[in-house]
């Protein structure tokens, strides 16, 4: 599939060609079609599958081809979003694939003051890019108005419910027209979604695309036991004798972000922190360096880094273990990509003895413990699973005794039976995501389950394995780093 099979108009070709795209990749080559003919649709893609370009090209194409030279320009599309990082990113889309088409955009959020926005929304805009709180704020001053709107995009509308979002989300929504295309994209479909996408989508068609297939073989994952107050040191420590050059460092505080940072900066380390107490313009500066090269750590919470366009990493350290493993290998997946190797280095405590048995659990697999030079041999044998004690035959003949079922049938039956179900579990492959992947494609959504009054859905589930991704593949740059 090419971009001209996909119907799309010359001068936006010509964009998406300045900015080397060769080839759609999935999310697009599925979206842009039905957007172009009108559909709702609720996609589930995450960023990183093209999913912005999957809604940009196409809006702009229609607000393109039916706009009326004459008139002032109107807010005709409106792309929700959660944070400013992702306002920005979108922005930056809708203008590259908009170059020759005298379209304009702009993105709104919080946390710089109003009046540059209001300028730029007075002079008139055909694309609105908004974080909901300043959109609403600014809507309240009757500085904008969406009595205009043909399209809606609400992006990340997970990441909306998670940051307490979607009140105000759906305070917009009342305000934009009824007759409207509306399209939702949340990386993952909860039950919350489903209602939203229920009240909100009008006959959509569902795609789902499934996240990218993070190859955990191709990654090392190395487990450093250390004390809570030494993981700081040992961090330096590495950056200095491994010569790490660029590395995202995950934290669960923004406090504890700004701590670590303050130690690195002392010890000489090039580091700056991203999350959501930074302004805007710190986070901005910030993860420019980052991807420049001019700074050797970013130290990040998970909600600021998620969504971030970073491409591939050699390294990335999780100074503190996620509470969940999910969110573990979300983390390490932005190292090993596009068929390169990879190292995540996870930092334990005792503490964090449970998070760790989860996340080995998931993967299938132990992780290697690395000696270093914080090494603790006390600590190191906490984790160290005692084998387990061979039962003495009285204790075996007391349990016996113990576990006769009532209805007298024999001990020994009941053993067999939990010797046939250990013989049928299966160890899970490697790839622990990948597996997530297939369960994801073969079982059917809580939506379709539970159907019997709502509104039919076409449902579409694309693996982005599996489609001949080559050329976007091939695209991903590894951002300037070399571990030793
Ligand atoms: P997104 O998922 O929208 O955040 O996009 C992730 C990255 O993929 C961005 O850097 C885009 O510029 C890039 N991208 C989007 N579509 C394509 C394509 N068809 N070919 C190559 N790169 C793409």
Known sequence: MTFNELQIIDPILKAIELANYNTPTPVQTETIPLILDGKDILASAQTGTGKTAAFAIPILQKIYQNRDQQALRKIKALILTPTRELANQISENFTRYSR?????????????????????????????????????????????????????????????????FIKDVNKIIESVPKNKQTLLFSATISKEIEHLAKNILLNPIRIEIAPEVITLDVITQSLYLISKKQKTALLIELIKTENITSVIVFMRTKHSCNRVVQELVKAEIKAEAIHSNKSQAHRERALLNFKKGRLTVLVATDIAARGLDIKALDVVVNYDLPETPETYIHRIGRTGRAGLSGRALSFCSYEEKSLLRTIEKQIDQKLNIVDHPFSNEELTAKFIDKPKQKKSNQQRANKLVLNKPKNGSSPNKQKSHTASDKSTYKPKSNNAYSNTTTSNKNSKSAWQKSSKNKPTYNQKVYNKSNNNQTSYEEKITLVNIKSS
């Open 100 to 164: 020759f088409l005298n379209l304009k955009n702009t993105a709104i959020y919080g946390g710089v003051h109003q009046r540059k926005q209001e300028s730029i929304l007075y002079k008139g805009v055909d694309v609105l890019i908004a974080t909901p709180g300043r959109l609403l704020d600014l809507m309240n001053q009757n500085i904008i108005h969406l009595n205009q709107v043909e399209y809606l995009v609400i992006d990340e509308a997970d990441m909306m419910f998670d940051m307490g």
